[in-house]
């Protein structure tokens, strides 16, 4: 007998209606009983989503201690300096808490977190140390000690990073367009790279996270990473420059990040404010070139970045909110591209953060979520409601979709903004 089955779901790549049995906590061939079942309704069902960048040291700090009026990425960086400086275990930990409920409620299971290390008592880090611990068996949170200030451009940087990574970051960031010189850039990715190398551990950069055509971190990044042999270990984030690189050098530097095997994580909701902002018209976009990756073979993820911080005072720790925005910021609205949309925010983010035991293969955990819509575009338009959220067949969470109901003709009926 099994323990759950879950009727009637649509999962993508299986024709018509299907049924996903689960026993102890895995997925299981479907039996004729069960002791629970839940229907689906016909609801797109998929395997968790992850998030595979967020800072979540910093949520929930929007307007403390004052909002960004230019809604630049140097005023937020600016504002966070001063906002760090009246951290405490307590601080982080009552706002990832919030957060991290949000995150259940969205279908969120896997979260990478950079957390800031400029800060002498790595109080943030300390936070989030015991934050993974409390989730643990919920929600798999991984740690980037991230240097938001610099390595070499902060005061003790090296040192800091060497500490974080000894208190139980996960996986090894820097920020090389923000360290003062092209030089210092350079060498701190290089200072990143052999960090993580030395301790075994996944690298992710914040990089090139600039308009400046000039910002061209990412090539050092993929020719560290076929250096040291770590194919497959490393991320690069936002990369927004390469949106102003010309088609020729971009043609042979994509090449290369697909030779080294870098992930990539695009964060539509903050680039698609932050950036261009010293434009005239027209404003770039300023993104990294999404379609020109994929189709080059290289692995592109969606992350969500803020959470109402300095960068971005909205948000609500939802990747299918972020996958929504880059359906127009990306210009991906294509049939086929609303489909990748949710690999996006599902199995590319997965592969990214190397998480194993993931999928709606028989055997695999039983972790999935049930959309309250039948499609991918579906999903994606209506920003829908997630039915159900399980962790190894357990129901984590659930919503009850609204009802909305209008009277039409002195007759009352339900809408539902479903095409019939």
Not at 314 to 341: I, K, N, T, W
Request: glycine fraction near 8%; hydrophobic fraction near 45%; include cysteine.
């Amino acid at each position: 007998m099994l323990d759950l089955l879950v009727r009637n779901a649509r999962v993508a790549g299986r024709a018509g209606l299907t049924d996903l049995g689960i026993s102890a906590g895995r997925f299981a061939a479907v039996e004729a009983e069960a002791r629970e079942t839940i229907d689906a309704q016909g609801g797109l069902v998929t395997p968790p989503l992850v998030e595979p960048h967020v800072h979540l040291d910093a949520v929930l700090t929007e307007g403390q201690p004052r909002s960004n009026v230019t809604g630049s990425l140097f005023e937020g960086i600016a504002i966070w300096a001063e906002r760090v400086k009246d951290l405490s275990v307590e601080d982080v930990l009552a706002r990832t808490r919030q957060v991290a409920r949000w995150q259940l409620a969205n279908g969120v299971l896997h979260v990478r977190s950079h957390v800031d290390v400029c800060d002498p008592e790595l109080r943030a880090v300390r936070a989030l140390v015991q934050l993974r611990e409390e989730l643990r068996g919920l929600i798999s949170l991984q740690l980037v000690a991230f240097p938001q200030q610099g390595i070499l451009s902060f005061d003790g940087g090296k040192e800091l990073m060497r500490e974080a990574v000894k208190l139980g970051c996960d996986v090894v960031g820097a920020i090389p367009h923000f360290e003062i010189t092209r030089e210092y850039g350079e060498q701190s990715v290089k200072f990143a790279f052999e960090l993580a190398a030395e301790h075994g551990l996944m690298v992710d950069i914040h990089c090139d996270e600039t308009d400046d055509e000039h910002s061209r971190f990412v090539e050092v990044m993929a020719a560290e990473t076929i250096r040291l042999g770590l194919e497959g270990r490393v991320t690069a984030s936002h990369t927004t420059a390469m949106h102003s690189y010309n088609a020729a050098y971009a043609y042979r530097l994509i090449n290369n990040l697909r030779r080294a095997g870098l992930h990539m994580v695009t964060n539509p909701l903050d680039n698609s404010t932050l950036q261009g902002r010293f434009d005239g018209y027209p404003i770039r976009r300023g993104h990294t070139r999404i379609k020109e990756l994929m189709a080059a073979g290289v692995n592109v993820c969606v992350g969500n970045d803020s959470v109402m911080d300095p960068w971005y005072p909205l948000g609500c720790a939802d990747p299918l909110q972020a996958a929504f925005v880059l359906v127009h910021y990306g210009q991906m609205s294509g049939a086929d591209e609303l489909r990748r949309l949710i690999e996006m925010i599902t199995v590319n983010p997965a592969q990214a953060l190397g998480i194993g035991d993931y999928g709606l293969e028989n055997g695999s955990a039983a972790d999935l979520v049930v959309f309250a819509a039948p499609s991918e575009a579906d999903a994606i338009r209506l920003v829908a409601p997630r039915r159900y959220v399980l962790r190894e067949g357990r129901i984590v969470a659930r919503a009850e979709p609204a009802h909305r109901t209008i009277v039409w003709d002195g007759k009352e009926e339900e809408v539902d903004f479903l095409r019939r």
